[in-house]
Every structure is written in structure tokens, then in C-alpha cells.
């Protein structure tokens, strides 16, 4: 079994910045992709950022996104990170880290980001 948890969502004024982190425990087999995807409220789930490979591979990026956030993290170690900056109201969400491994695939509970004034 492979548990996801993620942390340091919280409130933050427009323009400022988040570090969110994900950690992966448990019988992770290899890693064919790590994702971050959110949440807002009324809205359907949106892939945010797409990382091939787990780390190190091809990363893209949201148009809505792209040029403020920025991932990283170690496959080996199980750790990844997405940084946000210059946050705007609009990335109000709650955020899920995923992977995908060659025997499943897994989610995180989801960490809330609220950007207000």
C-alpha cells in the first residue's frame, strides 16, 4: 500500500508565497509520473503540473500557472515540493499531489490554499 501526504497549504495575501510538500510512504514501485493537481471550490479537479518520471524528467506546467510555480523533489527519496509564487486569489484550492507507478496509481488527501487580502 502507498500512502500520500501533503502539507504547508494555509492563508496567504495575493503575491505571496507557499512551499507545498508531498511524501510518499509505503511499497512504491517505479514512479512513472508525478502530478500536482487543485481543486477551488465549485470547480472540477485541474492537473496543475505534470512531472515525468518522478524527477528530472519533463515537467509542464498549467498555462495558469507557468512561470509562478515551480516543482521539485527526489523519486529516490519519496519527497517532492511545488513553490508558489506571486499567488493570486485565483489559485485558492485545495491541492493534491499524485504518482503514477507501473502497479497503480495513488492520491494525497490534499493540502488548502487560500489566497486572500
Known amino acids: 500500500q502507498v500512502h500520500l501526504v501533503e502539507s504547508g497549504g494555509g492563508m496567504v495575501q495575493p503575491g505571496g508565497s507557499l512551499r507545498l510538500s508531498c511524501v510518499a510512504s509505503?511499497?512504491?514501485?517505479?514512479?512513472?509520473?508525478m502530478n500536482w493537481y487543485r481543486q477551488a471550490p465549485g470547480k472540477q479537479r485541474e492537473l496543475v503540473v505534470r512531472s515525468a518520471g518522478g524527477s528530472g524528467g519533463v515537467t509542464v506546467y498549467s498555462d495558469s500557472v507557468r512561470g509562478r510555480f515551480a516543482v521539485s523533489g527526489d523519486s529516490a527519496e519519496m519527497t517532492w515540493h511545488l513553490q508558489m509564487n506571486s499567488l493570486k486569489p485565483d489559485d485558492t484550492a485545495v491541492y493534491y499531489c499524485?504518482?503514477?507507478?507501473?502497479?497503480?496509481?495513488?492520491w494525497g488527501q490534499g493540502t488548502e490554499v487560500t489566497v486572500s487580502s
Open positions: 509505503g511499497s512504491v514501485s517505479r514512479i512513472t509520473e
Open positions: 499524485k504518482i503514477n507507478t507501473l502497479h497503480g496509481s495513488w
